[in-house]
């Protein structure tokens, strides 16, 4: 069901150039909206509108009268690993999921990485700048971007996939992803839209009975702190001890550890359980909308899981561009490994927001077939 593609990473130490990647791993939905994208309506970038809540704001600004101290997260830590019945040995703040990567790629010794995709692309982009030469899993259109373990090869000893996974908003069944678990073998799980997901199934976090697992969570999606910086990392506490000490002096901001201790207490995860269904409804409500231009060529992956759908059409790229013309920013889908320009990935927004968008891509889509 998968294909592997072997890429080669570029090294310090190479004396001559290397094959220049064909994916650009460093783009992100974040460059669709800004200079000229500013103004856009919001359909690139994978955080929850409307966020961070009043309350949530006032948490973080009253935690500025102790600037002045250095950051203690022990308090922090403590709260992640209680929401997750874990000890604090198996728990690492960072300074957002995407410095997990960095960390995973510098600290662990590793001499086969896999990377299975399309997914989030800072990982094979982290393992490419330690140096590591990076295998590729690629998940088929016509499996409908489902996980088959055997394709992932027996002597990978570092494997990583997202789940529910960006951008294909597939959810994987926890049962499969454990089955890629090896003696010697860490296993990378991204599941920083795992709390966009009702009931949060097929989560893997708080597992302790799957050897090599490495649990990534964010905090920046759902609660709308990217700009913050906040997620965490549960592994074994060995795991856990090798990333410490590749990280610098006090990597996460105090107003960063009040924000992850605010946002993992039980009246804010009741609201996060909220705001899933409330995304299910929505992303229900897009691809039933979506469904209407099937006989135009548009597909839609499904089943979608995350806060987002996966699209492939006909003239993508005009479409993305005549979509800007009308006011709406979306995320294009070829830097993804395993896509190409045909593809795009629509964040879930609000019914009214989507309708208005649906409008506006009937128009997009007819423009670019003239």
Partial sequence: MGTVLTTTATTTMAPTPMPTEAHDLRHHGDAEVRGDGAALVDLAVNVRADTPPVWLRERIAGSLGSLAAYPDGRAARAAVAARHGLPVERVLLTAGAAEAFVLLARALKVRRPVVVHPQFTEPEAALRDAGHTVDRVLLREEDGFRLDPAAVPEEADLVVI??????????????????????????????????????????????????????????????GLAGLRIGYVLAAPETIADLERAQPLWPVSTP????????????ALAEAAHAAHRVASDRAHLVAGLGEFAAAGLRVVEPAEGPFVLVRLPRAAAVRRHLRELGFAVRRGDTFPGLGEEWLRLAVRDRGTVSSFLGALERAMTAAGR
């Fill in 162 to 223: 997202g789940n529910p996974t960006n951008p294909t908003s597939v959810l994987h069944p926890a049962a499969c992803i454990a089955e890629l678990a090896r003696p010697g073998r860490t296993l990378v799980v991204d599941e920083a839209f795992m709390d966009a997901v009702p009931g949060e199934r097929e989560a893997l976090a708080g597992r302790t009975d799957v050897p090599g697992l490495v649990v990534l969570r964010s905090l920046t999606k759902t609660w």
């Fill in 256 to 267: 960063a550890l009040v924000a992850a201790q605010a946002c993992v207490s039980p009246p």
